[in-house]
């Protein structure tokens, strides 16, 4: 397993920005998809967006589309989520899971098998 740790997040202003990123430990992260979550006060933890292990190729949950951004870079075993546009909504605490497998499961937290430890994010209004 990789371990995880999120670091960037903070409090901004609605419309504003911020980027997280999730640094990994262990030589095998490359063979990790990436996975970024949110849970926010009194709800379940959601997927917000995933990065596959191979290609590249990001998924996004639907009210994220067009105002997130995940990267990653292998060489530096780093994931990033570069947030936009943020709204008051986004406030949540935000994790990051790496999952080895398949793409199967990639928008459910059952199926990864390392988090990071959260970093809170708080829009203000």
């Known amino acids: 397993q990789v371990q995880l740790v999120e670091s960037g997040g903070g409090l901004v202003q609605a419309g504003g920005s911020l980027r997280l990123s999730c640094a990994a430990s262990?030589?095998?992260?490359?063979?990790?998809?990436v996975g970024w979550f949110r849970q926010a006060p009194g709800k379940e933890r959601e997927f917000v967006g995933h990065?596959?292990?191979?290609?590249?190729?990001?998924y996004y949950a639907d009210f994220v589309k067009g105002r997130f951004t995940i990267s990653r870079d292998n060489a530096k075993n780093t994931v990033d989520l570069q947030m936009n546009s943020l709204k008051s909504e986004d406030t949540a605490v935000y994790y990051c899971?790496?999952?080895?497998?398949?793409?199967?499961?990639?928008?459910?937290?059952?199926?990864?098998?390392?988090w990071g430890q959260g970093t809170q994010v708080t829009v203000s209004s």
């Open positions: 899971a790496a999952k080895i497998g398949s793409i199967v499961g990639y928008d459910d937290p059952r199926f990864y098998n390392s």
């Open positions: 262990g030589r095998t992260f490359s063979s990790y998809g």
């Open positions: 990065i596959r292990q191979s290609t590249g190729y990001t």
